[in-house]
């Protein structure tokens, strides 16, 4: 927002309301979760057309305040400053709403999370209002992953302790088992993860060992095994993941339409070319699985 606020700032001068706003612009957001959930810092910097910069800076906050199934409402603040230190300040509300859990859900290879979003803003520009509102689409693999991981630690427990007891004399099918998990999964996608879990499972099996020990022993390492290897598969350098549609109402002008795009690049720390890679891969051999 920062960003767009030094470009509306640098059209100002142009004299009447049918000042032309048209631009380009370009910012690096950096979530730092690590330090408070919802946290993120921006940094963008810009042209307009008769080439006049713009830049921005901000650090926002966004927490969710209602859940409901595969969706929720989130409310948010930012402060920032633009290149000509004004102040930026405002507050943003808006709704999220997957439209693909089912099939992430549902399946045992890392999928990308699908989201719809709309939100609407009041910003701040020095002692200028700007109202706006949004809607966007993100494609993300991180949060598909968090969300499949979630869920293969809820249901991974029971299923290995499923496949550990005896129905009548024979074991329960491994691959139908994880069908019935992973109903969107390709019979390459099952076969690869029966294999993963055949050779713990017998071991278990031909020992006779405790089922409800060995499920939640064998559950818990099957999903931070899951987990590391799917943050493993993560590509390398930048991947688009979202875009945004928007309209921003600034006194003195007419409403001013932005069209935005999202290039992500994911932090991986299992490349081979990585220290915390050795670190990763010596503690899946100890895992086991």
Avoid: C
Wanted: aromatic share 8%.
């Amino acid at each position: 927002m920062a960003n767009l606020s030094g470009y509306l700032l640098s059209k100002m001068k142009e004299s009447g309301a049918n000042a032309k706003v048209n631009g380009l612009g370009i910012g690096v957001n950096v979530p730092l979760n690590q330090i408070l959930k919802g946290l993120s810092f921006s940094l963008g910097t810009g042209a307009t057309m008769e080439g006049k910069s713009f830049a921005g800076v901000s650090v926002a906050w966004n927490t969710e305040v209602v859940k409901w199934k595969d969706g929720g409402a989130s409310v948010g603040l930012n402060a920032g400053t633009t290149l000509g230190l004004i102040p930026i300040y405002g507050f943003r509300a808006g709704i999220e709403q997957d439209v693909n859990a089912k099939k992430v859900l549902g399946s045992v290879d890392p999928t990308s999370l699908k989201t719809f979003s709309a939100g609407v803003n009041l910003t701040m520009i020095g002692k200028i209002p700007s109202y706006g509102a949004s809607i966007g689409f993100e494609k993300n693999q991180i949060k598909g992953i968090e969300k499949q991981y979630a869920h293969i630690k809820k249901e991974i427990t029971p299923l290995i302790k499923k496949l550990l007891t005896k129905e009548g004399d024979k074991y329960p099918d491994i691959a139908q088992t994880l069908q019935s998990l992973f109903k969107k999964s390709s019979k390459e996608e099952i076969q690869k993860a029966t294999e993963n879990l055949t050779s713990i499972l017998k071991m278990v099996q031909d020992q006779g060992l405790d089922a409800e020990q060995a499920s939640q022993f064998i559950g818990e390492r099957y999903a931070e095994s899951w987990r590391d290897n799917a943050i493993q598969g993560l590509p390398k350098g930048w991947k688009f993941t979202g875009a945004s549609l928007g309209i921003q109402f600034l006194a003195g002008f007419f409403p001013i339409g932005t069209l935005g795009v999202t290039l992500t690049k994911y932090k991986n720390f299992s490349y081979e070319d990585s220290p915390e890679s050795w670190a990763r891969y010596q503690q899946r051999i100890e895992r086991g699985v």
